[in-house]
C-alpha cells in the first residue's frame, strides 16, 4: 500500500504511521516524534558504547587466544552498533558530537545493565547470554520501527547481537562441562546478572512515561513487561539445558497463563543505578571521557585531512 501525498503535513504523517509504513528524514514529523527518536537512538548508541567497557576488561586476560579473538570481534561489534546509532540519530538534524557530549557530562542516559562489574570471565559468557538475550527480544521488534534509518540499523545489529548470544551460552555450556570451580563461577554470575538484565526492558507498563506514545506512532511493538515475560519464558528452558539455576524461588510455570510466573523486580535498585548510584556509573563515565580526550588528535587529523581533500576537490572543479 502506496501512501498518497495530502495536503496537511500530519495528515501524511498520521497515515504513513496508520498504513504501517517508514516515516523517512525527509518526511514532516511532529516535533514530539523527533525527541523520542532522538532520545531513544541516543540512548541506544551510548549503550553500545559503554557496553564496550564490561567485557573489553577481559580482553587482556582472556583464557585462550580462541577467546580472545572471540572477546575482541564481540566488543568490536559493539562499537559498530554505536556508530550505526549515531548516524541514525544525525538523520534527525542532531550533532554525534553533542551527542557524545551529552553522555560524558551524564546529562544523557544508556541501559542500567552496564553499570555492574564483570568479576569473573563466567560474566562475558553470561552477558552473553543474558544480556545479549534480553537485548534480542527488545531489539528485533524494533526493526519493525517506524522510523525507518532506526529501523535498518536494527537489522544488522539484531543479527550480529543474536551471534553474540550463541557465543555466549556456548562459553557457558564448555564451563559447565569443566570443573566444579567453573561450573560455580558460572552460577555465580547467573545471580548477579539475572535481576539486572530484566531491568533492562524499563520500567513496569504501569510507571513507563513514553511507551502509550511510542506504541501508537509504532517506534515500539511491544510494551515493557510484554518483553520482559518473553524473555522469562524464553531463557528459563535455556537454564534448564545449561544446568544452573535462575536466583527467583518464585519462579514457576503457570498453566493457566501459559507463561513462567516470576518474583517482583527491585525497581528501588533500577532507578537508583539510573540515577547514577550503581556499582560502576562514575567510572564507566570518566572511562569515556577519557578515551574521548584522548582521542580528540585523532579527530583532528581526520576533520583537517577531510577539509583538505574538499580543497583539492574544488579545485580540481575549477
Known sequence: MTVEPMAEPRDHFEATIAADQRIEPRDWMPEGYRKTMVRQIAQHAHSEIIGMQPEGNWITRAPSLRRKAILLAKVQDEAGHGLYLYSAAETLGVDRSDLVEKLITGRQKYSSIFNYPTLSFADVGVIGW?????????????????????AR?????????????????????????GTQAQRDMVQDATNRWWWPSLMMFGPPDEESPNTAQSMAWKIKRHTNDELRQRFVDMTVPQADKLGVTLPDPDLRWNAERGHYDFGAVDWSEFKRVIAGDGPCNAERIAHRRRAHEDGAWVRAAASAHAAKRAERVKEAAR
Open 130 to 150: 543474558l544480556v545479549d538475550g534480553a537485548a534480542i527480544c527488545n531489539q528485533v521488534p524494533l526493526c519493525r520501527s517506524s522510523y525507518g534509518p532506526y
Open 153 to 177: 540499523a536494527m537489522i544488522r545489529i539484531c543479527k550480529e547481537e543474536s551471534f553474540h548470544q550463541r557465543q555466549g551460552y556456548e562459553l557457558l555450556m564448555t564451563m559447565m562441562s
